[in-house]
């Protein structure tokens, strides 16, 4: 399987975002082998969508020349997007928005109904592309944090889409955690090696990452300990 990753934290390598991925994509590989292909999006030279619809009049050319051209044309030649980044207020940072916006070459102007809502019919053939978000908070829970950021990829990638939101807690930097905590990179690790054979994750896995896995109050302190 081909896999692009885009990175959307400024912190490339360094980003806690990515070393949640990098477990991921261990489980992927201990399954089959994969392609894959890390983008650090703030690297990239990515204009702003100007909105001028020119690039779904005529046949899916943007008026911007830049790196985003080549980016379209190893979306369209990969099986997984996996689009890893930080939570930015509630949502993804700047360069990776600047990055899905620039990705509207592959509508057309065309729409068509779907169930109850309305969406642009592809210009490029790209249904056999398959999303999953990684993203990380900078808080202890989960609750009142990610519904913007899930809701817009929902909404954008209506099909074929994964998401694995997880809260800042030290059992995901840490391998084997002094207070006894269950490692959260390995359930990670089993979730993508469990989604590299299904194509999906089991719910009771998904659960148990998604959720705090030690204390709140706890997990704040430890944050708070380093203020
Ligand atoms: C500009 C900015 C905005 C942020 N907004 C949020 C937010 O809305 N909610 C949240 O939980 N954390 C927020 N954070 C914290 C980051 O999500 C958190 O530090 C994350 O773990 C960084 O991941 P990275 O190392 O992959 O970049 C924000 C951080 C920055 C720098």
Redesign the pocket.
């Known amino acids: 399987m081909k896999i692009l990753v885009l990175n959307g ?1 400024p ?1 490339r390598e360094q ?4 070393h949640i991925t990098r477990a991921f994509l261990d489980g992927m590989r201990e399954a089959a082998h994969h392609q894959v292909h890390t983008i650090h999006v703030i690297d990239e030279h990515i204009e702003y969508c100007t909105g001028c619809f020119s690039c779904m009049r005529n046949g899916g050319t943007c008026v911007h020349d830049d790196d985003m051209r080549e980016i379209l044309e190893e979306i369209l030649a990969s099986d997984l997007l996996i689009w890893s980044f ?5 949502g993804m940072p700047a360069p990776l928005k600047a990055l899905l916006d620039r990705t509207l070459p592959l509508s057309s102007m065309a729409m068509q109904k779907v169930g109850d809502r309305y969406e642009h019919v592809g210009q490029a053939f790209y249904s056999r592309l398959r999303h999953r978000m990684i993203c ?4 202890p829970n989960s609750r009142f ?1 990610f519904e913007p950021a899930v809701t817009r990829f929902n909404r954008r990638f209506p099909q074929g889409h994964t998401i694995l939101t997880v809260t ?1 807690s030290p059992v995901f930097t840490a391998s084997e955690e002094a207070i006894g905590t269950k490692p959260g990179l390995q359930l990670v690790r089993q979730a993508g090696s469990q989604y590299a054979e299904t194509g999906a994750i089991e719910a009771v896995l998904l659960a148990e990452i998604t959720s705090p896995m030690i204390p709140e109050e706890q997990n704040a302190a430890i944050g708070n300990s380093g203020v």
Not at 86 to 90: A, D, E, G, M, V
């Open positions: 934290s912190k980003s806690d975002t990515m930080p939570l930015y207020c509630y990380r908070c900078g808080f944090r800042k």
